[in-house]
């Protein structure tokens, strides 16, 4: 049985109101977030990416609920319009009973909240796009509500937040170039079904639901390897770009993740790793296609202090002299099986 509306209003560029709906029932298999925008799909998985995010700030979760959000219709100014997160935020918040606003019991006014944030994940507020805020409205930023712990009066999440990125090679035949991939972890308590726990806290907005999916399983069968990542940390997982298809990027999501936990050194520049594995849960790594575009693209691209880390089953069949190109330019290079302190 779905629980009463709960509603957080926002103002537009234009002055008028937007309105954003959230609803909560039981998840029953859907996705934990539905989102909604008349028009305007693209806005809808925005939304579903910011209110993922910002639950990683929560040191809670219970991922037996689905909650629906729905924004009453897009702003005129188009999909660049951003002034509504902050309301989507909140509304995901007070229908859930994380959080609720002080308001006068006698005459309980609909919260109105301006905000935005290219670091939801972090807490973080960046700001606002009113000229002028009006009394009784919630805007974010330095001169408003910094952070989302403010609401509670707790410090800034980020502090809490670890992160690491690691690169790895994008290859495409002509647009060649290093992709990143940054893990965020957090400290976190469990609730709800604890079976789908450690893949339920990992989220990677912004992907497809498969490689979402092959994202969580490559690291929880990673930290089940680790016998010490299971079941403590809320993670998010961002790629420097969203569209790509293969395995190539397992392993530096994987030592991303191991740097973010404090669990592996930390190379003088980058992490440049490519491998994959259908046994992350032994610790394999297991080669991935295209040795030698992805030599040739590592060879242009590193640096003094880089740590390069190659599938033990390219060793044999590297590039003449490419190791010692490599070294040259002082970085280094392991060709490993497995994972653990590379």
């Known amino acids: 049985m779905s629980a009463p509306a709960v509603t957080c209003r926002s103002i537009a560029p234009d002055g008028s109101i937007l309105t954003v709906t959230a609803t909560v029932r039981a ?5 934990d977030v539905k989102c909604s925008v008349p028009g305007a799909p693209e806005m809808a998985l925005r939304m579903q990416q910011v209110v993922r995010l910002a639950r990683h700030t929560e040191p809670r979760f219970d991922s037996r609920n689905q909650v629906v959000l729905s924004l009453d219709r897009a702003p005129v100014t188009g999909p660049a319009e951003r002034d509504w997160e902050l309301a989507c935020v909140l509304a995901d ?11 006068p019991p006698q005459a309980p006014q609909p919260l109105v909240a301006n905000g935005w944030s290219d670091a939801w994940h972090l807490g973080r507020v960046d700001g606002h796009g009113l000229r002028q805020v009006p009394p009784g409205v919630l805007a974010g930023g330095a001169d408003g509500l910094p952070h989302l712990g403010a609401l509670t009066g707790h410090p800034d999440p980020a502090a809490g937040v670890s992160s690491a990125r690691a690169w790895f090679p994008l290859v495409s035949g002509g647009g060649d170039s290093l992709c990143w991939v940054e893990v965020s972890v ?33 690291l929880a069968g990673a930290r089940h390897y680790d016998g010490r990542g299971a079941g403590q940390w809320r993670t998010t997982v961002r790629f420097g770009e969203a569209r790509f298809q293969g395995g190539s990027y397992e392993l530096a999501l994987v030592m991303a993740d191991r740097m973010a936990r404090g669990r592996e050194f930390l190379a003088r520049g980058r992490v440049l ?33 880089d740590r390069i880390l190659l599938p033990r089953a390219w060793e044999a069949v590297l590039p003449p002299g490419w190791r010692e190109r490599i070294v040259s330019t002082g970085a280094s290079v392991a060709c490993v099986d497995r994972i653990g302190i590379i």
Do not use: F, N, Y
Request: charged share 25%; glycine share 12%.
């Open 27 to 31: 998840r029953d298999g859907r996705a």
């Open 93 to 103: 918040r007070m229908v859930r009973g994380v959080w609720q606003p002080r308001q």
């Open 186 to 218: 957090r400290p976190a308590v469990h609730e709800g079904d604890e079976a789908e726990g450690e893949e339920a806290s990992i989220a990677a907005p912004g992907v497809d639901a498969v490689l979402q999916a092959r994202v969580r399983a490559v």
């Open 273 to 305: 790793a490519t491998g994959q594995s259908s046994g992350w849960h032994a610790g394999q790594v297991e080669a991935v296609e295209g040795v030698a575009p992805k030599c040739a693209l590592i060879a242009r691209e590193a640096a003094p202090g």
